[in-house]
């Protein structure tokens, strides 16, 4: 069975993430896979360390939707001839599949936003959807809310799955906080994402501001994006000493191996996939109970949930995990059991793989 993914990112961001995951545990026996990629995607060469074909088409960067992107998309589902089309966020890729006559699924990597809620808008999602697709992916069940919301009929949710990060040996641990100017004895807590200003990085600063005088809290943002200058700007008017720009890292194994713990401060967060990269180290997590975090933080369990925009909330939290060891303890490996079961590479490739079978059995069905 030959599968085609169309992406139009042409950075390296969660949904290629996803795509990464997917690519290093599918079933090569039973599939075929091959990739389609804006041109000059930060994505192509890590797909090919994989061995799966890509294929760079221009017209679609960052773009869901242009004409000339489906008139390419559909000649070249014409001579590749894939039995699923599976398309991240690219109406092009939808239409140019439907045209084809192809069994298409999109996978929805975000949560509904307020403005999608709107009459119009979702008149359009719905039609987009229910027309188009036989099948829209939620990635959290907090995303499948919002898309019935919307209208959308077939829609069902497969977690996100990643492969476990490597465990770096305390040489390499060392090492890695020398980079990043840290010493052994600091707690490190670090924050995962795009400097956008509903990652909540205002509230992890708030918090940091409020531990200024707590010499082993460090604060590590990983990530780059618009809200940059400004994190940066009001880091230096509060002369915060104890924050720490990375700036965009590709290997986040690094980051998670010094981390003690992940802050997630989003104002909505359909996923979270910088928690559960961390559940795969046993890294406990400190998070808003928003969109889909809940289903991956058991709040006092595996991590603790604190209410949007509190960094008063996150500041308590962080000290209860420092300063009692045993619950941190019993977090950690809370965490990592929570990933086994749940949230592996390999669990979402075979839910994948399952939907694939049912959809084309059942397309095979209607062309009987």
Not at 104 to 131: K, Q, W
Not at 296 to 319: H, K, Y
Not at 337 to 344: K, L, N
Request: proline content about 4%.
């Amino acid at each position: 069975m030959k599968i085609l993914h169309i992406l139009t990112d042409t950075n390296i961001s969660g949904m290629g993430r996803h795509l990464l995951a997917f690519l290093s545990a599918y079933n090569r026996d039973e599939f075929t896979v091959e990739v389609v990629l804006p041109e000059g995607s930060a994505l192509t060469p890590l797909v090919k360390e994989m061995d799966v074909t890509v294929i760079e088409i221009p017209h679609i960067a960052n773009r869901s939707f242009s004409l000339r992107g489906v008139f390419r998309l559909f000649r070249l589902i014409g001579e590749l001839q894939p039995d699923i089309v599976h398309t991240h966020a690219c109406l092009a890729g939808r239409i140019a599949g439907w045209l084809r006559r192809r069994v298409v699924i999109n996978t929805r990597h975000y949560c509904i936003f307020e403005d999608e809620l709107r009459p119009m808008s979702m008149r359009f999602a719905r039609f987009a959807n229910n027309l188009l697709c036989d099948m829209v992916i939620a990635v959290s069940p907090a995303v499948e809310d919002g898309l019935r919301q919307q209208g959308t009929k077939r829609v069902t949710t497969i977690f996100n799955g990643i492969a476990p990060l490597r465990v770096f040996s305390d040489e390499e641990k060392t090492a890695a906080r020398e980079k990043y100017g840290l010493v052994p004895t600091d707690y490190v807590v670090a924050q995962v994402a795009s400097m956008v200003e509903m990652k909540g990085y205002d509230s992890t600063l708030n918090a940091a501001k409020s531990l200024i005088d707590d010499e082993d809290i460090m604060f590590l943002f990983a990530g780059e994006g618009p809200h940059e200058a400004y994190l940066r700007g009001r880091v230096e008017y509060d002369e915060l000493t104890n924050v720490v720009f990375a700036g965009f890292v590709q290997d986040v194994d690094e980051i998670m191996n010094v981390a003690d713990v992940i802050v997630s401060a989003g104002e909505t967060e359909a996923f979270g996939l910088p928690i559960v990269e961390a559940m795969s180290l046993g890294v406990p997590a400190v998070a808003t109970d928003v969109g889909g975090v809940p289903f991956l933080v058991n709040d006092g369990v595996s991590g603790i949930l604190v209410p949007p925009r509190r960094g008063d909330a996150i500041a308590e939290a962080l000290v209860a995990l420092r300063n009692d060891p045993i619950m941190y303890e019993e977090m950690s490996y809370a965490s990592s059991a929570i990933y086994e079961s749940f949230f592996t590479a390999q669990r979402m490739a075979q839910d994948m793989e399952e939907l694939y079978l049912q959809l084309l059995e059942g397309d095979d069905e209607k062309g009987e």
